[in-house]
């Protein structure tokens, strides 16, 4: 079992199986919401277990998908396509040790080019 929550503990959170392995998500929307890249992983929905959701929120970004967050501390922490039954968990909510690791980056054509993306890692426009 995986746990997780936000910075005040206001909204936790359980996975139980295995995560992907993690994305940076470059695009403007993550950048904008966590003012920098999104490190995220995603597992099946069945597989996330909310145990303390009273402050979460959710904001409808776009037709494809909403962001979760804490309403009371702002941590940022899900991304929940409309058409999957999976969901995108912040691996840095995730309390460690943990197994998520980053294996590539995404959207990388809107990277703001402040800092380099030379990592070696995969890249995907």
Do not use: N
């Amino acid at each position: 079992m995986i746990h997780g929550s936000c910075l005040c503990g206001a909204t936790a959170f359980e996975i139980d199986g295995a995560l992907a392995p993690g994305s940076l998500c470059h695009c403007s929307q993550c950048r904008r919401q966590t003012s920098h890249v999104y490190a995220s992983t995603h597992v099946p929905d069945s597989a996330l277990r909310l145990t303390r959701a009273e402050h979460l929120r959710w904001y409808r970004a776009s037709p494809a998908a909403r962001r979760g967050f804490c309403g009371q501390c702002g941590s940022v922490l899900f991304w929940d396509p409309a058409d999957e039954a999976m969901i995108s968990v912040s691996l840095g909510a995730l309390q460690p040790p943990h197994p998520g690791q980053v294996a590539r980056h995404i959207f990388t054509g809107d990277a703001p080019g402040y800092y380099p993306l030379d990592d070696g890692l995969p890249k995907a426009d």
